[in-house]
């Protein structure tokens, strides 16, 4: 039996005494007891990480929504929808871009008597959570308006972002808006102004493609008058919704703490 004092010199915990299984006295030493717990929280943090990864993955939802601002539109199949208030893109001093960023309206549609709205803001790098989704700002494009006029009315008007067709006037014709040209002419003050290059299908055949300047009416579809004008950006916000998120930072959380 060692003395108390050549204990306190190794620095031995106070020494517990007991007997072993033929009755002979038997003194032992307890050193950072709860770290014996350790291996057995870290294993359970990963375990509970793996399955959090793997739930949140086999049942998450994830959707696209693009638009210019003042579009509302549907989130897939869900009781919500996206209104696009503004979109800003902040350029640099030598004009490359800084930022890109979407002031949105999440609407859950659920309850057509109470409409719940949750406004959020989202930016590159910046996503925002509302009713449950993230939202991020992904990415970005050109968009234009497409006007049907007959004898000076409009008829018809629709926004059509980079690669979007719309029917005319439910007709077989339909017009797809497939590119915008930003510095195809210049007006009198020296100012550039964009183009619009399009398709025209018949029938779900393609017919046509040519190039028209800002409100050049497109020679195909006489006695109506349809041209493209006011080009601007759109964008292009990601929504996903992932339930089991919370049990994969919980498992995180168990796994820092074992080690």
């Known amino acids: 039996?060692?003395?108390?004092?050549?204990?306190?010199?190794?620095?031995?915990?106070?020494?517990?005494?007991?007997?072993?299984?033929?009755?002979?006295?038997?003194?032992?030493?307890?050193?950072?007891?709860?770290?014996?717990?350790?291996?057995?929280?870290?294993?359970?943090?990963?375990?509970?990480?793996?399955?959090?990864?793997?739930?949140?993955?086999?049942?998450?939802?994830?959707?696209?929504?693009?638009?210019?601002?003042?579009?509302?539109?549907?989130?897939?199949?869900?009781?919500?929808?996206?209104?696009?208030?503004?979109?800003?893109?902040?350029?640099?001093?030598?004009?490359?871009?800084?930022?890109?960023?979407?002031?949105?309206?999440?609407?859950?549609?659920?309850?057509?008597?109470?409409?719940?709205?949750?406004?959020?803001?989202?930016s590159v790098n910046h996503p925002g959570s509302a009713f449950g989704f993230k939202l991020y700002q992904n990415s970005t494009g050109e968009a234009a308006t497409l006007t049907v006029r007959r004898d000076g009315e409009t008829v018809q008007e629709d926004v059509l972002c980079e690669g979007e067709y719309t029917t005319l006037l439910n007709t077989p014709l339909a017009v797809l808006l497939r590119s915008v040209v930003p510095d195809y002419e210049t007006d009198a003050a020296g100012n550039a102004l964009p183009g619009y290059a399009y398709q025209i299908y018949v029938n779900e055949e393609f017919y046509s493609m040519d190039l028209r300047g800002e409100g050049e009416t497109i020679p195909d579809f006489e006695p109506y008058e349809v041209s493209f004008s006011d080009a601007r950006s759109y964008t292009l916000i990601q929504v996903k919704r992932d339930r089991f998120t919370p049990l994969a930072l919980l498992g995180g959380l168990l796994t820092l703490l074992g080690l």
């Not at 793997?54 to 209104?83: F, H, N, R």
């Open 1 to 122: 039996r060692p003395p108390e004092a050549f204990s306190a010199r190794l620095e031995i915990p106070k020494a517990l005494e007991t007997t072993d299984e033929a009755g002979r006295p038997l003194r032992f030493s307890i050193q950072n007891r709860l770290g014996l717990w350790g291996a057995w929280v870290c294993h359970l943090g990963i375990l509970l990480l793996i399955l959090g990864f793997a739930l949140g993955q086999a049942t998450k939802e994830e959707y696209t929504v693009y638009g210019v601002p003042g579009q509302t539109k549907q989130i897939g199949d869900t009781d919500y929808a996206l209104a696009i208030r503004d979109f800003q893109i902040e350029r640099r001093a030598d004009g490359s871009v800084a930022q890109y960023s979407a002031a949105l309206t999440l609407l859950d549609l659920s309850d057509e008597n109470d409409v719940l709205a949750q406004d959020l803001t989202v």
